[in-house]
């Protein structure tokens, strides 16, 4: 069992693509032990961090009342200087404000506390199926690693999140598309390291799940949101 101090140098190792803390993984008694824990301490960081940053950013901002009641009359002219039914846009306009302002936590409740909870569920949600499904296509071009192996390495993905800490000051934000990138290149060393396979075949390999969730994760929005409008989820 690898000790949780060790963890900030496995992090900082993983983000350069050093091949130690892939084989440390790998090797460990309990890969996808240490691969959970890993993802869970370093996304609740982030989480942490993202939740403060947003509590800070809305005592600099204005009243949420204040602001609606701005923006509610500027739609109000908009409607009154085009086509549009003012009484349905209107409604459509504050519902979608009430539903930002309250997930943000902008309007104030417990909503300031959705990247606390969000950021590490959706951390070992993309960890489990990620590992899972480019280790069966791994598995499917000739790799060896084990699902176990796979797990651990895969876990490194969760290394770029440690820069989403910046946005604990306020209007700080870290690119999603930069940790995107660098969490691809990450899960395609720890492919490659885990299962031996040449390079053009552990890219399709770190490349499929990236194209699965493409097509699952519409399909589950789309249902969250017909059962939505259905009032299924009440």
């Not at 240490?34 to 982030?46: D, F, H, K, W």
């Not at 506390?113 to 070992?124: C, D, E, K, N, R």
């Not at 598309?177 to 390999?205: D, E, F, N």
Request: aromatic share 12%; glycine share 8%; proline share 6%.
């Amino acid at each position: 069992m690898l000790e949780p101090q060790t963890y900030p140098t496995m992090v900082a190792k993983a983000l350069v693509l050093d091949d130690e803390p892939f084989t440390a993984m790998i090797e460990d008694d309990n890969p996808w032990v240490e691969g959970l824990a890993l993802t869970v301490i370093v996304s609740l960081i982030a989480g942490t961090a993202q939740t403060i940053g947003g509590w800070l950013t809305t005592l600099s901002l204005p009243d949420a009342t204040t602001v609606e009641n701005a923006l509610v009359t500027g739609w109000r002219q908009f409607s009154a200087a085009t086509a549009l039914p003012p009484a349905v846009t209107e409604t459509i306009f504050t519902r979608a404000w009430s539903a930002a302002a309250g997930w943000t936590g902008y309007a104030g409740g417990w909503g300031v506390l959705t990247p606390l909870i969000a950021t590490p569920f959706l951390a070992i949600a993309w960890w489990l199926f990620f590992a899972v499904v480019a280790f069966a296509a791994a598995r499917a071009l000739g790799g060896h690693g084990s699902l176990n192996s796979t797990l651990g390495a895969a876990a490194l993905m969760v290394a770029p999140q440690v820069l989403v800490f910046l946005s604990i000051v306020p209007f700080v934000t870290v690119s999603g598309a930069l940790l995107g990138v660098w969490g691809l290149l990450i899960g395609y060393r720890a492919v490659q390291s885990t299962h031996h396979l040449p390079w053009r075949k552990a890219v399709l390999a770190t490349l499929i799940p990236y194209a699965a969730a493409l097509i699952v994760v519409p399909i589950i929005a789309t249902a969250y949101v017909l059962g939505f409008s259905a009032g299924g989820f009440r």
